[in-house]
């Protein structure tokens, strides 16, 4: 790792600020991404500023969403009883993150910031209809994923909370990489009341995305028989090592059934 | 350089390092604690595993500032003496190491495992060990250690 200095953020506020006065600072949440980066000199920072002292932790139920402070780890999304209760979805999706040492240490915040195009956490908010927080706005979750690890965040702007709406029932089920864990494609199905939206994540060339043909076929019949009629477009999927394209095409097809059947 | 004060296996320690020292690299070259292994650069393998605060976390992938405060155990303080922890006994009794390099990792994430988790079975036992990646043993008899001392933990 490049050298670097640390210091925690005793508040929001002065994490923007430590910010604007770094040449490169980053923040640091769960450091589960950005630690391997650095070790790797993949990345580098000059400044590195801890937001576990910042007040961003919590669950609570606001009535209609569930609110998830950034700095929230996997492991009290997937444990929570209120999460549990209200979107059991989301935590089933928190409980296969990596495994428990990544979950014991991982953030929602940190996850969302990084819009890898095979994590999970994305899809459940682009399907769920989110909101993220930062601390000069609130942006739609459709407004936010913008490309592979791109989001609509400026350079300084840090998140503090995503709310999730309430569905009327919700399934994700991914085809985990086997080495990694992370998703070789991960289907999030979500029904609310202005209709089923299925996300799709670790498949797009632009990371995640919602798939308008299954959400068409899903609308006028859930059932996961209803998905046999779509075709799912190749062309804008990803080839890797891991999996080709078509492949990936077809997991969608059978990741979207499963998530039907498990709604 | 960042002055780092924890508590490591029920001893206080203080030592002024650079920002950026992985946990890890404390522990193994500032402490000379080298029971936590290295295993990888990816932070996949679980080799490096100690407990903070009493949660299993990957040693590589936490800085040492991250951890000040806190009170850490690893391989080396899980014994009562010469009397082995009930996980470690199980390793040795089933046959659950080769070369034992991965040994410590598997058995500080398997001791937080066993003690949040009362009647797991074998597949959750698998499940909970996904962090730990070991090239000798084909896992069958580590995932036997970790059931003969959930028995003697009283899980
Ligand atoms: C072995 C392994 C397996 C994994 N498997 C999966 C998986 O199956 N599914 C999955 O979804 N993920 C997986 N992950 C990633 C994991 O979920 C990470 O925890 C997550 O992607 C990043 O969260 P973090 O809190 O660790 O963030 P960090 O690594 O600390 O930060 C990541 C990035 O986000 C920025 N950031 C952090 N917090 C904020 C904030 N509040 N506002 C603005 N920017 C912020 C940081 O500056 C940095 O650029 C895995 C990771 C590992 C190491
Ligand atoms: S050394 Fe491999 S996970 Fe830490
Ligand atoms: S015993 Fe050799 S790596 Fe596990």
Avoid: W
Avoid at chain 2, 42 to 60: E, I, L, M, N, R
Avoid at chain 2, 64 to 73: C, V
Avoid at chain 2, 107 to 133: F, H, P, Y
Avoid at chain 2, 138 to 149: D, E, L, R, T
Wanted: net charge negative.
């Amino acid at each position: 790792m490049y050298a670097t200095t640390y210091a925690k953020a005793k508040d929001v506020a002065d994490a923007v600020s430590q910010l604007k006065g770094a040449d490169e600072g980053k923040l640091l949440a769960g450091g589960q991404t950005l630690i391997p980066t650095l070790k790797q000199r993949l990345a580098s920072s000059d400044c590195l500023i801890d937001l576990s002292d910042a007040g961003l932790s919590g669950i609570s139920d606001e009535g209609g969403s569930i609110r998830i402070g950034a700095m929230t780890r996997h492991v009290e999304v997937e444990t929570s009883e209120m999460v549990k209760k209200a979107i059991p979805a989301l935590a089933a999706l928190a409980s296969g993150i990596g495994d428990r040492q990544v979950r014991n240490c991982g953030t929602i915040g940190g996850s969302v910031a990084n819009n890898d195009p095979s994590a999970c956490y994305p899809s459940a908010l682009l399907a769920l209809g989110a909101t993220v927080h930062t601390d000069r706005r609130d942006i739609a979750a459709g407004d936010y994923f913008t490309g592979m690890f791109e989001t609509a965040l400026d350079e300084d702007e840090v998140i503090t909370a995503v709310s999730f709406p309430k569905p009327e029932a919700a399934s994700y089920v991914k085809f985990p990489n086997p080495a990694s864990r992370y998703a070789m494609v991960g289907v999030f199905v979500a029904k609310t009341s202005s209709g089923v939206a299925v996300a799709v994540t670790g498949a797009g060339q632009d990371g995640v995305f919602r798939h308008g043909g299954l959400e068409a076929a899903l609308n006028s019949s859930f059932s996961a028989e209803s998905i046999d009629s779509v075709a799912v477009d190749d062309s804008v999927l990803m080839s890797d090592m891991h999996a080709s394209a078509d492949y990936r095409a077809h997991l969608i097809t059978q990741m979207t059934k499963r998530a039907v059947a498990a709604c | 350089m960042a002055l780092v004060k924890m508590t490591v296996n029920g001893q206080a320690v203080e030592y002024d390092v650079p920002d950026n020292t992985l946990l890890v690299s404390f522990i193994r070259e500032t402490l000379e604690l080298t029971g936590t292994h290295v295993g990888c650069d990816t932070s996949q393998c679980g080799a490096c595993v100690v407990h903070v605060d009493g949660q299993s976390v990957k040693a590589c992938t936490m800085l040492a500032a991250q951890a000040a405060g806190s009170e850490i155990t690893t391989i080396e303080g899980i014994a009562n003496g010469d009397e082995l922890h009930p996980m470690q006994k199980a390793f040795h009794e089933n046959h659950g190491l080769q070369c034992g390099y991965c040994t410590p990792g598997m058995v500080m994430s398997a001791i937080e495992l066993v003690e949040k988790n009362k009647g797991l079975t074998e597949q959750q036992i698998r499940e909970g060990l996904e962090g730990n990646i070991c090239r000798c043993t084909g896992y069958h008899n580590i995932v036997k250690s970790v059931q003969a001392a959930a028995q003697e933990m009283g899980g």
